[in-house]
């Protein structure tokens, strides 16, 4: 699996699906948000009006020109290259004003508790938000940097929301060398984000911020699940974290029901299962699906195909942290550091450190978090395999109050 996913066609698809347009209705936060949003923006735009209203008036290029002729005419297209530089940084500092608002908003609201949850873990800094502006050389950058028809976006990687804006060097009097540092390049328009679960980046290009939040939230809760649920590295585990992801995350297929049944490829799916897994099978950013899937046609002996009985088995998005929650996820990997033995070893006078900091985590659940954990059959096994004795007790009770 790609430890980078670049984002396309899918999220033009999400800005017109009916869970997008939800985000940004009338009463909800996002739209309050947006209404905000937009005077800010309104604010913003007419200082960089006025900004470039002093920079490109021809006198004040004129002034610093020594001579006439050639080397005026060179003043003057720097000073018109200085004013758009710092147009584009000002519109990069507006970009991440307008992301970390919706961040903030969303944590702020208590309707969507997902959301909530993903603009938290956001916002602890669990996953990094990358506002990506687009250079105002971009065709002269990218060509000059071998990706001719791409474009050239600041600043990555350096710069997410949680560390201050970071920008680029602009090339002085165009014959400069460049300096791409901190700048991303994408050799196809039209990408307007991406992730990398190297680092726990997530990265918007200021294209997808034009959407809306609705549509960011849609891209933030499906990223998060991806570091969210704890998946391995296989094909399978790959393809349940994408079918997670659209189902809880982005919520694509919202629309398709999953108690509708459909026949196909020789197979029961509910309808939703096998729109998810329809779309990853033929979208070219996921040929591992297709791969995997397609391996295993020529076993006569359906019981022997792992991959595709696997992928029908996984009829609903099960996680071990559904919601993005930080707590889920503390407890979680509390839970899994800790065995039997601290367990033995662990008594309230004299706590062992293991099982004592997921006691703690288990207490700072919510009480909607701990129904939830108690009812998620993919902890039962972790329960009994981690814990023993009082604590295994302690943790049960804790979770049925
Ligand atoms: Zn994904």
């Known amino acids: 699996m790609a430890q980078v996913a670049r984002r396309r066609a899918p999220e033009r698809a999400r800005a017109d699906s009916p869970a997008v347009r ?13 209404a905000l949003l937009r005077l800010q923006e309104q604010a913003g735009n007419s200082a960089v009006s006025r900004f470039l209203g002093v920079h490109e008036r021809p006198g004040v290029a004129l002034q610093r020109a020594p001579h006439g002729g050639h080397a005026e005419a060179a003043a003057r297209a720097e000073a018109r290259d200085v004013a758009r530089y710092e147009a584009t940084r000002r519109r990069h500092d507006r970009n991440r004003a307008i992301v970390q608002g919706w961040l903030n908003a969303g944590a702020a609201q208590h309707h969507d508790t997902r959301l909530r949850d993903s603009c938290e873990w ?3 800094g669990r996953a990094k938000i990358s506002v990506l502006t687009k250079v105002h050389d971009s065709a002269a950058r990218s060509a000059a940097a071998g990706h001719a028809g791409g474009a050239a976006w600041f600043s990555y990687p350096a710069g997410d929301l949680t560390s201050a804006a970071s920008y680029y060097t602009r090339r002085p009097h165009q014959t400069g060398a460049w300096d791409n540092t ?3 390049f994408e050799d196809v328009a039209g990408v307007d984000g991406f992730s990398d679960s190297n680092n726990h980046t997530i990265a918007l290009m200021e294209t997808a911020i034009a959407h809306g ?6 891209v933030l809760k499906h990223e998060v699940q991806h570091a969210a649920d704890d998946h391995g590295p296989s094909a399978l585990d790959g393809y349940q974290t994408e079918f997670r992801a659209y189902w809880l995350g982005s919520g694509e297929y919202d629309s398709v029901s999953p108690r509708a049944q459909v026949e196909r490829l020789g197979y029961h799916w509910n309808a939703r299962q096998w729109a998810i897994f329809h779309y990853l099978y033929r979208d070219p950013a996921y040929t591992y699906v297709k791969a995997a899937w397609d391996a295993e046609n020529a076993e006569p002996n359906r019981a022997l195909r792992t991959f595709q009985q696997a992928v029908i088995a996984f009829t609903r998005p099960e996680s071990v942290n559904p919601d993005n929650s930080i707590r889920v996820d503390t407890f979680y990997e509390a839970l899994k550091d800790t065995t039997p033995a ?8 004299s706590p062992n450190v293991k099982a004592g900091a997921m ?3 288990l207490r700072l659940l919510e009480s909607g978090e701990r129904q939830q954990v108690r009812r998620n ?6 329960l009994t395999a981690h814990l023993q004795g009082s604590v295994l007790a302690t943790v049960r009770r804790t979770l049925t109050l």
């Open 377 to 382: 059959r993919l902890y039962e096994p972790l």
């Open 359 to 361: 006691l703690a985590a």
């Open 342 to 349: 601290d367990c033995a070893a662990h008594t309230p006078a």
């Open 213 to 218: 939040p609705g549509y960011f939230y849609g």
């Open 122 to 124: 956001a916002n602890t």
């Open 182 to 184: 901190n700048v991303n």
């Open 22 to 34: 939800a985000g940004g209705s009338a009463g909800s936060p996002a739209s309050a948000v947006q």
